[in-house]
């Protein structure tokens, strides 16, 4: 039997809740918002030919170098480094000098 305390204290709850999903559907519209406003700035950018804020440089070219500087050129496998391992503590050193190649 649900008594009447516990009725308000869902419906305070409810109410709790729904002021929370409300405030996290506004965060999420200013983000998507904030993302489309980007995206159509590019997108003009891209069709003027131009590089925007960047001083003129293309933001395609910016944004491909920006990727290549944060990443690496190679990521050692787990299974190949501990295939080195395993081949260096017999003693075997060629599978180290082919991974410093």
């Known amino acids: 039997i649900i008594s009447s305390s516990s009725s ?6 409810s109410s709790k809740e729904q002021a929370h999903n409300k405030e996290l559907e506004e965060e999420w519209l200013k983000w998507i918002n904030d993302y ?3 995206l159509n700035e590019q997108q003009q950018q891209l069709e003027r030919g ?4 960047d001083g003129g440089e293309d933001w395609v070219l910016s944004w491909r170098r920006g990727l ?8 050692l ?8 391992i395993s081949e260096a503590e017999t003693g075997n050193t060629s599978g180290l000098e082919r ?3």
């Not at 308000?8 to 709850?13: A, F, R, T, V, Y």
């Not at 131009?50 to 804020?53: I, L, P, R």
């Not at 290549?68 to 990521?75: D, S």
């Not at 496998?77 to 080195?84: G, P, T």
């Open 8 to 13: 308000s204290s869902s419906s305070s709850s």
């Open 36 to 38: 489309l406003t980007i």
């Open 50 to 53: 131009d590089g925007g804020e």
């Open 68 to 75: 290549f500087e944060a990443n690496p050129r190679i990521v």
């Open 77 to 84: 496998r787990n299974y190949v480094a501990q295939q080195v």
């Open 99 to 101: 991974l410093y190649k």
